[in-house]
Nanobody, 126 residues
Framework: QVHLVESGGGSVQAGGSLGLSCAAS????????MGWFRQAPGKEREGVAS????????YYADSVKGRFTISQDNVKNTVYLQMNSLKPEDTAMYYC???????????????????WGQGTQVTVSS
C-alpha cells in the first residue's frame, strides 16, 4: 500500500496560480503511475493529469492542457501539479492517486489507481 498526502491547496482569484504537492510513502516501488484527480460538489471525480514514473511521460485532460503541469521528483517520492491561469470551473477537491500500468503510459482511468490521498481544496473565485 502507498500512503499519499496532498498539500498546497487554497483560494485564488481567476487567472492566478497554485501549486500542489503529493508526498508518497510506503510501497512506492509497486506503483508506476501517479495522477491528479478532482471532484467538484455534485459532480463525478475526473482525471486531471498523470505521469509515468518509468519514463516521465505525461497525460492531461483537455480541460487543463496548456495550463497545468504535472511533474515528479523520484528521489523525494513527490509529485507536483502546477496550475496556472486558473478558472472558477477548476474549483474542486484535488486528489493525488497512485496506480500501476503495464502499457508504458498512464491514463486517467480511476479504476487503474489503487491508492488515494485525502485531498486538498482548491477554490478559484471570479
Amino acid at each position: 500500500q502507498v500512503h499519499l498526502v496532498e498539500s498546497g491547496g487554497g483560494s485564488v482569484q481567476a487567472g492566478g496560480s497554485l501549486g500542489l504537492s503529493c508526498a508518497a510513502s510506503g510501497y512506492t516501488y509497486m506503483r508506476n503511475c501517479m495522477g491528479w484527480f478532482r471532484q467538484a460538489p455534485g459532480k463525478e471525480r475526473e482525471g486531471v493529469a498523470s505521469i509515468y514514473s518509468g519514463g516521465g511521460s505525461t497525460y492531461y485532460a483537455d480541460s487543463v492542457k496548456g495550463r497545468f503541469t504535472i511533474s515528479q521528483d523520484n528521489v523525494k517520492n513527490t509529485v507536483y501539479l502546477q496550475m496556472n491561469s486558473l478558472k472558477p470551473e477548476d474549483t474542486a477537491m484535488y486528489y493525488c492517486a497512485a496506480g500501476i500500468t503495464y502499457g508504458g503510459s498512464c491514463q486517467l482511468r480511476i479504476a487503474e489507481y489503487n491508492d488515494w490521498g485525502q485531498g486538498t481544496q482548491v477554490t478559484v473565485s471570479s
